[in-house]
């Protein structure tokens, strides 16, 4: 956190762009995981990871918010909408869940090589990889994991 902070003191006004854009998500995964613990609808254990995956975002969020303070700007109060389909279920929320989750992922993938600043690039980096994590939990939860391909990702 100490060099993403000090990274901030002297930012480019487009990686504090890139900033408040990766907040706007963060905030969308937070309501997101909000909005499906309060259906009552996920069992236990599955409220628990969620929950975990609330926090990540709540933890992403804020480092992204103080970077963008230090740089003396001010953080978006912005949500990234998302189009949410009907929640009936837990199966549904999860589906859910896995979109905002893919989402996510590939916002931190995009912006990686538009940061100026190196280190911004290895904290988006960072958090892509929660973020794929969560992907890949999902797609476990959900019977969508595909098999395990080996060390290298086919293209």
């Known amino acids: 956190?100490?060099?993403?902070?000090?990274?901030?003191?002297?930012?480019?006004?487009?990686?504090?762009a890139s900033l408040n854009s990766a907040i706007a998500i963060e905030r969308a995964g937070i309501k997101a995981?909000?909005?499906a613990a309060a259906t009552g609808l996920l069992s236990k254990p599955v409220l628990a990871i969620a929950s975990g995956f609330l926090a990540d975002h709540i933890a992403?969020?804020?480092a992204l918010m103080a970077a963008v303070r230090v740089a003396g700007a001010t953080p978006t109060t912005d949500t990234l909408k998302l189009t949410y389909p009907p929640l009936k279920s837990q199966a549904d929320?999860?589906?859910?869940?896995?979109?905002?989750?893919?989402?996510?992922?590939?916002?931190?993938?995009?912006?990686?090589?538009d940061f100026?600043?190196?280190?911004?690039a290895e904290l988006?980096?960072?958090i892509l990889g929660v973020e794929t994590t969560h992907v890949a939990l999902l797609s476990n939860a959900l019977g969508q994991a595909t098999p395990y391909p080996g060390g290298f990702m086919p293209t």
Request: hydrophobic letters at 40%.
């Open 93 to 113: 929320i999860l589906r859910f869940a896995l979109v905002v989750e893919e989402k996510a992922a590939n916002t931190y993938l995009s912006e990686i090589p």
């Open 1 to 16: 956190m100490t060099q993403f902070v000090e990274a901030a003191q002297t930012a480019d006004p487009s990686d504090i």
């Open 60 to 62: 992403h969020r804020d």
């Open 33 to 35: 995981y909000t909005d």
């Open 116 to 120: 100026k600043d190196r280190r911004f």
């Open 124 to 126: 988006a980096a960072s």
